[in-house]
């Protein structure tokens, strides 16, 4: 039997993780998921952990109220109010595409300042001026808020418990930044699904992940791995022409509620 074994969200794209027993489900996938983004100010850049490892100690939790509280090791925190309508509106760049959305203000541009080292800039996503998903894969109403390109990503327990033990240590599913973890099924067998339904939502495989050098750091301290592990075995048995691939897109048709223990049904 496959069943829904956690679920995390990631309200501050390449920020920490914040696991979860229940949350609700939008037209951007998890509520709250990734709809902050840190930008360069002077050019409207992303930025993540690639370039800013310090971002894995970044903690940006989702409140009640819709806005974010920060966190890190050594400054006190921070709550950033949920943007009103009249908020300025900063053009930025993420990947290919170009948008313009909320600023969220002075007062928490300058604490991220402080702490990244260089004049940055905490933007949020509203459902209407969210991104259309990866040309090519999915359906032309597809958005994504400030996720790589795809609302959900899903991955196998038995698939992390393989690459474990070709790696040869156990590794930290938090390095792989998953929305779903799934029990119970074979080691990749996400690979072959098309169409899962969890509770009372479906949802859609669109394409693999390609992974990056951000698998490679530590999400607890922060630090890369010199032996670039876990990606240097991926590469020997995942890769493909993107790249070495490891866990699902999903896209969610329709909205509703998901719990950790919820039974997952694979439709096609």
């Given at each position: ?29 998890l ?13 409207g850049r ?32 921070i ?35 402080e ?6 800039r ?15 894969y999915g ?126 049904t694979?439709l096609?």
């Open positions: 039997m496959l069943r829904l074994s956690a679920l995390y969200r990631y309200p501050l794209k390449s920020g920490k993780g914040e696991p979860l027993q229940h949350i609700t489900l939008d037209k951007l996938g509520d709250g998921d990734r709809r902050w983004m840190l930008v360069d100010e002077a050019s992303f930025l993540t952990q690639r370039a800013v490892p310090e971002m894995s100690q970044l903690s940006a939790l989702w409140n009640a109220a819709g806005g974010l509280t920060l966190s890190a090791p050594g400054r006190s925190p709550d950033v109010p949920l943007p009103t309508n009249e908020a300025e509106l900063r053009g930025v760049t993420i990947w290919r595409d170009t948008l313009r959305v909320p600023d969220a203000g002075d007062e928490a541009g300058a604490w991220l300042s702490f990244i080292g260089k004049p940055t905490l933007v949020q996503v509203p459902v209407e001026r969210a991104r259309t998903t990866q040309a090519g359906k032309d109403d597809d958005r994504v808020g400030f996720a790589d390109g795809f609302p959900l990503l899903l991955i196998g327990q038995a698939s992390l418990d393989d690459l474990s033990s070709r790696v040869g240590r156990p590794l930290e599913m938090l390095r792989f930044r998953p929305n779903l973890v799934i029990e119970g099924s074979e080691a990749f067998a996400e690979d072959g699904w098309k169409r899962v339904r969890i509770g009372d939502v479906e949802f859609r495989v669109v394409k693999p992940c390609s992974r990056c050098i951000l698998t490679t750091i530590d999400p607890q301290t922060g630090e890369r791995s010199a032996d670039r592990e876990p990606l240097a075995t991926l590469q020997k048995y995942r890769a493909q022409e993107e790249g070495a691939m490891f866990g699902q897109n999903l896209v969610n048709d329709g909205n509703g509620r998901l719990e950790v223990g919820m039974s997952v694979v096609e």
